[in-house]
């Protein structure tokens, strides 16, 4: 499956930005989905992740509450809502996606789209 992210920018804190992940080459609804971010000299973590049905979704303890994962079937699409942003949330942001069930984390993470850039200024 290739994955496609869009949306990142730059934001004031407190403002939104909204990310999409767009999935080809596979049937969508067979894949867990979620979003990684990395900063510089850090380890790439978990921000979200949603199941391949959209019934059980996952939220890094810094983001809870501002942000929110979604899955779009019709457009074979996930997003990462983000409000309320912080500086600390500025990263390179990743879209992931394990085939069933498996559980999206670090070192197991079968298909990686590229990063989009997220910057929150002060």
């Known amino acids: 499956v290739q994955l496609q992210a869009s949306g990142g920018g730059l934001v004031q804190a407190g403002g939104s930005l909204r990310l999409s992940c767009a999935a080809s080459?596979?049937?969508?609804?067979?894949?867990?989905m979620g979003w990684f971010r990395q900063v510089p000299g850090k380890e790439r973590d978990v921000v979200a992740a949603?199941?391949?049905?959209?019934?059980?979704?996952f939220y890094a303890n810094s983001v809870k509450g501002r942000f929110t994962i979604s899955r779009e079937y019709a457009k074979n699409a996930i997003y990462l809502q983000m409000n309320s942003l912080k500086p600390e949330d500025t990263a390179v942001y990743y879209c992931?996606?394990?085939?069933?069930?498996?559980?999206?984390?670090?070192?197991?993470?079968?298909?990686w789209g590229k990063g989009t850039q997220v910057t929150v200024s002060s």
């Open positions: 992931a996606a394990n085939r069933g069930s498996k559980a999206l984390r670090i070192g197991d993470v079968d298909y």
């Open positions: 080459g596979s049937t969508f609804s067979n894949y867990t």
């Open positions: 949603i199941s391949w049905n959209g019934d059980v979704k």
